[in-house]
């Protein structure tokens, strides 16, 4: 069973921080790309992040840039799960939405239709 749950999300003041996990399992989740997506109310989801499958290569929206990291820690003999980490600084009210969890085996992408697999979302409020 194909399963992405994120973690981390909740309420924080401007210029606070966060760090968002995202527990992959039921697949080979070392060999996809994974990414972050986010959708506040009332708009369409976005691309925050993304992350190549060995973790070399990254890509960030503008938005973030600066502010997000994007990581990694692939599954292993001792751990059945791949995890990604997004880790945002510096947080804006503008940052406030549900942060989405996707994984992809089209190498590094940065559109939603690059991904195969979704997590359910965690959210993420940025108070003034």
């Known amino acids: 069973q194909v399963q992405l749950v994120e973690s981390g999300g909740g309420l924080v003041q401007a210029g606070g921080s966060l760090r968002l996990s995202c527990a992959a399992s039921?697949?080979?989740?070392?060999?996809?790309?994974m990414g972050w997506f986010r959708q506040a109310p009332g708009k369409e989801r976005e691309f925050v992040a993304a992350?190549?499958?060995?973790?070399?290569?990254?890509?960030?929206?503008?938005?973030v840039k600066g502010r997000a990291t994007i990581s990694r820690d692939n599954a292993s003999r001792d751990n059945a799960k791949t995890t990604v980490y997004l880790q945002m600084n510096s947080l804006k009210p503008e940052d406030t939405a549900v942060y989405y969890c996707a994984a992809g085996n089209s190498g590094l992408r940065v559109t939603r239709g690059g991904y195969d697999y979704w997590g359910q979302g965690t959210q993420v409020t940025v108070s003034s």
């Open positions: 992350i190549s499958k060995s973790g070399a290569n990254t890509a960030y929206a503008d938005s």
């Open positions: 039921g697949r080979t989740f070392s060999s996809y790309a």
